[in-house]
Nanobody, 115 residues
Framework: EVQLQASGGGLVQAGGSLRLSCAVSGLTFGNSAIAWFRQAPGKEREGVACIVSDNDDTVYKDFAKGRFTLTHDDAQNTVHLQMNSLNPEDTGVYYC????????WGQGTLVTVSS
């Protein structure tokens, strides 16, 4: 059974940083894409960043460029999203996902940025 366990969310002031982690079990990252999505209150889920595990090609949404960094640790089977210079618009539930043949989702971790 594939499981994704996201953690690292919390309350932070504007300008602060958080590091989200997603521990994956039941599959390895080979030949996969790993992504973070987020869903703000009252809005649809949107992509944040995506990395291809085999070559580390990474794509960021415009709002994440220069502030967020997505990495994966194959030894720990964990994905990290380092988020800096947070602002209140970054508030939402952040979800990790692994795409390999199908999409696997984690349960989400709440990020709240206060002004």
């Amino acid at each position: 059974e594939v499981q994704l366990q996201a953690s690292g969310g919390g309350l932070v002031q504007a300008g602060g940083s958080l590091r989200l982690s997603c521990a994956v079990s039941g599959l390895t990252f080979g030949n996969s894409a790993i992504a973070w999505f987020r869903q703000a209150p009252g809005k649809e889920r949107e992509g944040v960043a995506c990395i291809v595990s085999d070559n580390d090609d990474t794509v960021y949404k415009d709002f994440a460029k220069g502030r967020f960094t997505l990495t994966h640790d194959d030894a720990q089977n964990t994905v990290h999203l380092q988020m800096n210079s947070l602002n209140p618009e970054d508030t939402g539930v952040y979800y990790c996902s692994v795409i390999r043949g199908q999409v696997y989702w984690g349960q989400g971790t709440l990020v709240t940025v206060s002004s």
